[in-house]
């Protein structure tokens, strides 16, 4: 089996292809795996590192405003994507895939597109309740378009043929259960606030979590994780001027980044975080109650209409990023933290919506289409 994979600009449309591929090889060892990207993206650090080959590709996505610069650089953007088709066959002729998978992001247009005119089957993986604009073009092409959220199938147009698969969470998420990771953490019984706005910060979530990371400072009402990101080095010092002694305040463990994340999660009680898809479906597994903050600076708003999934099944609370105030987010931490059948209620409610075997029906959804080719070329 050769599977062709195609997608990038986030670690959201990267991870899920590289856990699908990491899922495909357990099953078939000898299955040939290659990545395109694009060239200078982070997929081309990430692929690599995961263990797989990788091409890049030169491609950029289109500018949203209305500008004589945006359009300009636009006229490039055409004329880059139509290399990038050209590239996209010489490797796609080089390799011979029998099923190219795309999962998002403007550099999977032009290999989808290229595949479904060569006779190859293409998958598509949509993360988000809210399609990107590259899926929706890709998926009149697509064999199959599988969904991490039922709620993406309204946006689609044409007669596409869907799959609930959800998304591929990491194993390691799955298995760790919650006391032994509150003892790996030393914390205690008191609740257990998690929260983070990923790896490179967010500084309204920090400004806005300083004051009730504060007050626990003093109080100790809570326990609080929280990593601040690249671009918040400044959150310990801003604690300290609000009166927090971070040397001694054991409940608190501030810091940039969380490297063992699945030992986190499992230990909390509360959930504060942005909206991306990958989050969600880890919060939805791990069964956790949520303070949703979508972030407004992505495509198609995409975050919000994430959130709004669980807040519709009554599994988290959205506060948008221009209500965001420090008194807001503390009195929702204190409400949903105090009140033990609605932390009962969320966390149910979060479990039924996990798909946690989602690796497993997107193979299921590979060997399907494969098997279906096969059958017509018979």
């Known amino acids: 089996m050769k599977i062709l994979f195609a997608g990038g600009g986030t670690a959201g449309h990267i991870n899920p292809a590289l856990a699908i591929a990491g899922y495909v090889k357990e099953r078939q060892p000898d299955a040939e795996i290659l990545y395109i990207g694009a060239a200078g993206g982070m997929e081309e650090r990430l692929v690599p590192q995961a ?18 610069s945006a359009l300009k650089e636009n006229i490039v953007t055409i004329k880059k994507a139509i290399s990038a088709s050209r ?44 399609p990107g604009v590259t899926n929706k073009m890709l998926s009149r092409h697509a064999s199959r378009v599988m969904l991490a ?21 990491r194993g390691e998420i799955l298995v760790q259960e919650k006391q032994a990771a509150r003892q790996q953490l030393g914390l205690d019984q008191r609740p257990v606030i ?31 994780i929280h990593a601040y990101g690249q671009y918040g080095k400044w959150f310990p010092q801003l604690l300290e001027e609000k009166g927090a002694d971070l040397n001694n305040a ?26 991306g898809a990958i989050t969600l479906s880890e919060i939805q597994v791990k069964g956790k109650p949520s303070i ?8 198609e708003n995409h975050q919000f209409h994430n959130a709004m999934s669980l807040v519709n099944q009554n599994a988290a609370v959205m506060i948008e990023e221009k209500d965001l105030t420090p008194e807001k987010l503390t009195e929702e931490i204190d409400k949903l933290a ?9 966390a149910e409610n979060a479990k039924r919506m996990a798909i946690a075997d989602a690796a497993k029906r997107i193979y299921s959804v590979i060997i399907e289409v494969l098997a279906s080719e096969k059958s017509k070329k018979a």
């Open 87 to 130: 590239e996209a066959r010489k490797i796609i002729e080089e390799f011979q895939p029998d099923i190219c998978i795309g999962t998002g992001g403007y550099v999977s247009g032009p290999v989808l597109r290229t595949a479904a005119k060569m006779g190859i089957p293409t998958l598509i993986h949509e993360q988000n309740a809210y």
């Open 194 to 224: 998690l929260s983070f706005g990923g790896s490179l910060g967010a500084r309204r979530i920090n400004e806005s979590l300083a004051d009730v990371i504060a007050r626990s400072a003093k109080d100790g009402r809570y326990q609080h």
């Open 338 to 346: 105090s009140d033990p059948k609605r932390l009962a209620e969320y």
């Open 51 to 68: 263990g797989f080959p990788f091409r890049g590709i030169t491609v950029q996505g289109f500018r949203r405003k209305i500008s004589f």
């Open 149 to 169: 959220m039922p709620d993406a199938r309204a946006h689609f147009k044409g007669k596409c043929r869907f799959v609930d698969t959800g998304n591929p969470v």
């Open 292 to 299: 949703l903050i979508p972030s407004p600076n992505v495509a």
């Open 250 to 275: 054991k409940n608190l463990d501030i810091r940039e980044y969380i490297n063992d994340m699945p030992v986190c999660l499992a230990a909390a009680d509360v959930v504060i975080a942005r909206a």
